[in-house]
């Protein structure tokens, strides 16, 4: 596996979407090939950035009324 | 009590249980497809009273988030009245959007900004930039980088082949990148003229 294989499935590869043979092939080149890791390291920062911005972001509490209300009005016995 | 009635009342218990703690995830996730909050109010109240109804063909066990969100993604694109997409944007062009997205951070490494990611303070800037992506790619890049979603999972909810999510996802993010790029010349941050860069090294 050469640096252009491994730069092509970088994103398969951090999303950990390929088969275990290619993410070990991956992992061992990168370990070994200092012009792949910054790439590596980049989109690796890159992506945590992007999962960072998840919110624990609570529904407010008059939608949170009013879905009970539409629910009970379907007849849910619940809560 | 009869039967029926015990069977409803277990029935509404494992609803209670198992879908409604989602609520605050499904109103995040059309809050990300509507942009706006009364449109998202909206989505929610009709994915609950759908997930309610059809509560009985849930399978036990399931992945009760991912049935959520897969309700919540066609009432969204019902009220939009719209047909659901069925354009794939092309597998083969995943590999090149990743190639384009190296190509930034060799960029970056020329002009000597390797660690930009880590000096920008990037949340609002993401968070507006996600909101200006195109629909398409936008949803991709919700479900998985920021729901945490595999590739089969998003397929599964915006019913595309897991082909078109890598290339949505990966179009998205490449988007993304040069959003950030951007946001980061008007910044003054990165000279606005980079050296074009020709090669991996």
Same mark, same amino acid.
């Given at each position: 596996?050469?640096? &252009?294989?491994?730069?092509? #499935? +970088? ?5 950990? !979407? ?30 945590? @950035? =992007? ?19 539409? &629910?009970? #009005? ?6 | ?5 015990? /069977? ?9 249980? !198992? ?24 989505? =929610? ?22 049935? %959520?969100?897969? $309700?919540?993604?066609?009432?969204? &694109? ?17 590999? %090149?959007?990743?190639?384009? /997205?190296?190509?930034?951070?060799? /960029? +970056? ?7 930009? +990611? ?13 909101? !200006? &992506? ?7 890049? =919700? ?6 979603? /595999?590739?089969? @999972?998003?397929?599964?909810? %915006? ?17 993304? #990148? ?11 941050? $990165? ?11």
């Amino acid at each position: 596996m050469d640096c &252009l294989d491994v730069v092509r #499935q +970088l994103w398969d590869y951090l999303d950990g !979407e390929l088969t275990d043979d290619r993410m070990e092939a991956i992992r061992a080149h990168l370990a070994a090939c200092r012009n792949c890791y910054p790439h590596y390291d980049f989109e690796r920062a890159f992506l945590d @950035a =992007v999962a960072a911005t998840r919110r624990e972001q609570p529904a407010p509490n008059m939608v949170r009324r009013k879905v009970m209300a539409k &629910l009970r #009005q379907a007849g849910f016995a619940g809560m | 009590m009869t039967t029926a009635d015990r /069977s409803k009342r277990d029935s509404d218990l494992r609803f209670e249980r !198992e879908a409604l703690p989602w609520l605050d995830d499904v109103y995040r996730f059309a809050l990300s497809m509507t942009r706006d909050e009364a449109d998202a109010d909206d989505v =929610v109240q009709e994915t609950f009273l759908r997930a309610y109804r059809s509560w009985h063909t849930y399978a036990e066990g399931s992945d009760c988030r991912k049935w %959520l969100f897969t $309700i919540c993604r066609n009432v969204f &694109l019902r009220s939009r009245e719209r047909e659901r997409r069925k354009v794939d944007h092309g597998g083969d062009d995943a590999h %090149l959007e990743t190639m384009a /997205s190296v190509m930034m951070s060799v /960029s +970056l490494r020329q002009w000597g900004h390797e660690d930009l +990611l880590s000096r920008l303070d990037l949340g609002p800037a993401i968070d507006r930039a996600v909101g !200006e &992506l195109p629909e398409v790619f936008r949803d991709a890049v =919700v479900l998985v980088d920021i729901e945490g979603m /595999s590739y089969d @999972a998003a397929a599964s909810i %915006l019913g595309v082949p897991i082909g078109t999510i890598r290339s949505r996802l990966f179009r998205g993010r490449r988007l993304l #990148q040069e959003m950030l790029i951007n946001h980061a010349r008007d910044a003054g941050l $990165i000279p606005h003229a980079g050296a074009p860069c020709t090669g991996l090294a």
